[in-house]
């Protein structure tokens, strides 16, 4: 998709958002030439921050090729933020419901129609203490099998310090100005994948492949070396509830 086919909706949310961005905070951007020109293509990026989507689609959007994201479908209820959420055709999700599929036949036809769609893999903000990446739900691999286009990983870096995930009070700090980082690298070597069935663990060893590749970049972007292991939100949950019933049996 060329820049000239964006769309009056793009550009629109292009003109609210892009000035405020521009004059708060300073920006950082790696690694443009590995967003294809053309063809369908997935993203797949961390998540530290409310304020990331803004950072990343900035930079997507001056890449000429602006991805469409998957988002709460309650957010495509919100006056304002529906309308636009419409009218620049982004993907509503409907969890825990007969329609969550529906999110995910979506993006795989987004795909293979030559649009671009992301990822966020992880499904929410991460938990890890030091604001790495944590391990992944498998729908973006599962995504890339079905359609074996590129996926692009993306690290971004800097959103996280102006609006901190969990914060109590969800404001942003301006001052002094952060620098927003975004870094897209080369798509992810999935080759060794294609033709298997889809088994939870051959998802899994995709996923991982992918993260691994986001790791990377962030690495790069922050100028350190990430834990060995990535956190994992599911077994620390279990832990938390085991030793809850240890300690409700005493």
């Known amino acids: 998709m060329s820049?000239?086919?964006?769309?009056?909706?793009?550009r629109l949310a292009a003109v609210i958002a892009k000035p405020p961005l521009l004059v708060l905070f300073?920006?950082?951007?790696?690694?443009m030439e590995h967003i294809p020109a053309d063809g369908g293509f997935i993203t797949a990026i961390n998540h530290n921050s409310y304020l990331d989507m803004f950072s990343y689609g900035?930079?997507?959007?001056?890449?000429?090729?602006?991805?469409?994201?998957?988002?709460?479908?309650?957010?495509?209820?919100?006056?304002?933020?529906?309308?636009?959420?419409?009218?620049?055709?982004q993907i509503p999700v409907y969890r825990e419901s007969s329609n969550a599929v529906g999110a995910f036949r979506a993006a795989v036809d987004a795909v293979?129609?030559?649009?671009?769609?992301?990822?966020?893999?992880?499904?929410?903000?991460t938990r890890d203490p030091g604001m790495w990446p944590m391990t992944?739900?498998?729908?973006?691999?599962?995504?890339?099998?079905?359609?074996?286009?590129?996926?692009?990983?993306?690290?971004?870096?800097?959103?996280?310090?102006?609006?901190?995930?969990?914060?109590?009070?969800?404001?942003?700090?301006?001052?002094?100005?952060?620098?927003?980082?975004?870094?897209?690298?080369?798509?992810v070597d999935l080759?060794?994948?294609?033709?298997q069935d889809p088994t939870p663990e051959v998802l899994k060893?995709?996923?991982?492949?992918?993260?691994?590749?986001?790791?990377?970049q962030l690495e790069e972007l922050r100028g350190e070396k990430a834990p060995e292991k990535p956190?994992?939100?599911?077994?620390?949950?279990?832990?938390?509830r085991r030793k809850a019933a240890e300690e409700g049996t005493k």
């Open 3 to 10: 820049r000239r086919r964006i769309g009056f909706w793009y």
């Open 26 to 31: 300073k920006r950082d951007w790696r690694g």
């Open 58 to 89: 900035h930079f997507q959007y001056n890449t000429g090729r602006v991805p469409r994201f998957l988002a709460k479908a309650a957010l495509f209820k919100a006056p304002v933020v529906g309308v636009l959420l419409r009218g620049t055709r």
């Open 112 to 125: 293979n129609r030559g649009e671009c769609v992301a990822f966020y893999p992880e499904g929410t903000l």
């Open 136 to 187: 992944a739900k498998t729908g973006v691999a599962r995504a890339a099998l079905l359609t074996k286009a590129p996926v692009i990983p993306v690290a971004q870096w800097g959103a996280n310090l102006a609006m901190p995930p969990y914060a109590k009070e969800k404001k942003v700090r301006f001052f002094p100005r952060k620098t927003l980082k975004v870094q897209a690298g080369p798509p």
């Open 191 to 195: 080759d060794r994948f294609y033709g």
């Open 205 to 216: 060893e995709a996923t991982e492949a992918i993260m691994a590749a986001i790791t990377g």
């Open 231 to 240: 956190f994992d939100l599911r077994e620390v949950l279990v832990q938390q």
